[in-house]
Nanobody, 119 residues
Framework: QVQLVESGGGLAQPGGSLRLSCTAS????????MGWDRQAPGKKRETVAI???????NHADSVKGRFTISRDNAKNTVYLQLNSLKPEDTAVYYC?????????????WGQGTQVTVSS
């Protein structure tokens, strides 16, 4: 069993910052790509950022220059630093990871954490 648990969401003012964390636990042998998606009400889920196992990041154009993805492989944790937040960043943010266990390789998702940007 593999679990991803997110934390760090909440309410922020426009222009403010938040930091999301997501830690994977369970019978993990290795983790490949990790990332963050988000889904706003009435909108399609979109990929926000992805980071490879060796730390190479990619960010969606909509967040480039404002959000930063990083990871700590020793802690099986991926982070998303959200700066210069805008109301349109309001969404549920989901982390994901490609995880190898002793028996399988697959994609796992967290339960989601709400980010609300409002004055």
């Amino acid at each position: 069993q593999v679990q991803l648990v997110e934390s760090g969401g909440g309410l922020a003012q426009p222009g403010g910052s938040l930091r999301l964390s997501c830690t994977a636990s369970g019978s993990i042998m290795s983790i490949g790509d990790m990332g963050w998606d988000r889904q706003a009400p009435g909108k399609k889920r979109e990929t926000v950022a992805i980071i490879t196992s060796n730390g190479s990041p990619n960010h969606a154009d909509s967040v480039k220059g404002r959000f930063t993805i990083s990871r700590d492989n020793a802690k099986n944790t991926v982070y998303l630093q959200l700066n210069s937040l805008k109301p349109e960043d309001t969404a549920v943010y989901y982390c994901n990871a490609n995880v190898r266990t002793a028996w399988t390789i697959g994609d796992y998702w967290g339960q989601g954490t709400q980010v609300t940007v409002s004055s």
